[in-house]
């Protein structure tokens, strides 16, 4: 009897959105953007540690850049795409798109382009929404981007969620605006039942016991057959971070719930699992 053939599960994409705590789209109402530039920012050396565990395990990530970022700490930016990694637009000034016009978001998306193929050299191909701010509501924001030289975009997010989601769209790649437009790859849900459970990372895999965010994932290789899409910030690799005053309840247990423990939970997620950039599992394949 010829024993069955085994595929091997497919290769993930990690993705990682560089921005910094004062950043975070929660702090908005607590911190005001023209104090940014006075802030302590902590996200060059919490890029290295993050640089340092994917070199130790030979992977290579997305890193989705924050223009504003990239005009600050260029060195940063040119590291991290000499590593091997895909370096890929969040935007310049962390805007939601849901909150621009067409012309405001074609400035912010073209200009975050712009400073970050000057200052690592490659193409830009990938974009993602601060808070997967792309849905039912905007996606002219396809068409946009097309216009501007975008390839695919991960600013989905199918899952109910008092700041985002779009429930009802595609869990795996798709083309919004038809079969010439720009791929929209999701991050990485389960389906049970009637919902989609988010499985992709954020501070569902700081709140969730990893066994159970390591369950997920395989679910999405072995049963879907797909690769899964799974993010992180550099800041939740800081549990030394400032702490704003004012924060809501709500706010404070998202933002710093686990932190001290998520370098570890990746260092577990990246030995568990196969590992690439968007690019090239996306791109590549099609």
């Known amino acids: 009897m010829t024993p069955p053939v085994v595929l091997p599960a497919p290769k993930n994409a990690l993705t990682i959105d560089i921005e910094d705590y004062f950043q975070v789209s929660a702090f908005a109402p607590h911190i005001a953007r023209a104090d940014w530039p006075r802030l302590e920012c902590r996200v060059e050396a919490n890029i290295e540690r993050i640089l340092l565990l994917l070199e130790r395990r030979g992977i ?7 223009g504003w970022i990239a005009e600050r700490y260029p060195a940063m930016l040119r590291q991290v795409a000499q590593a091997g990694h895909e370096v890929a ?5 962390h805007l939601r798109a849901s909150e621009q016009s067409p012309a405001q978001f074609a400035e912010d998306v073209r200009l975050s382009k712009t400073i ?6 490659r193409a830009v191909l990938g974009y993602r929404a601060p808070s997967f701010s792309i849905g039912a509501g905007n996606l002219w ?32 790649a798709w083309r919004p605006r038809g079969p010439q437009g720009v ?3 999701p991050v990485s849900t389960v389906r049970l039942g009637r919902r989609n459970l988010p499985a992709g990372g954020g501070g569902y895999f700081r709140l969730l016991p990893y066994p159970l965010s390591r369950w997920l994932l395989r679910r999405i290789n072995s049963r879907d057959g797909q690769a899964g899409i799974f993010y992180f910030h550099p800041w939740e690799l800081d549990p030394g971070q400032p702490r704003p005053p004012g924060l809501g309840a709500k706010t404070r247990f998202r933002h710093y719930l686990n932190l001290g423990r998520m370098e570890a939970r990746l260092a577990r997620l990246t030995d568990d699992f196969a590992w690439d950039r968007m690019d090239r599992i996306f791109l590549e394949s099609t």
């Open 89 to 93: 637009s969040h935007g310049y000034a």
């Open 116 to 121: 970050l193929e000057q200052l690592t050299g």
């Open 183 to 185: 791929l929209e790859v």
């Open 60 to 66: 290579h990530a997305t890193f989705f850049a924050l």
């Open 141 to 172: 924001a396809f068409d946009v981007l097309q216009q501007a030289g975008y390839r695919y975009s991960s600013s989905i997010y199918p899952i109910r969620h008092d700041h985002y989601g779009m429930p009802d769209a595609p869990r795996f």
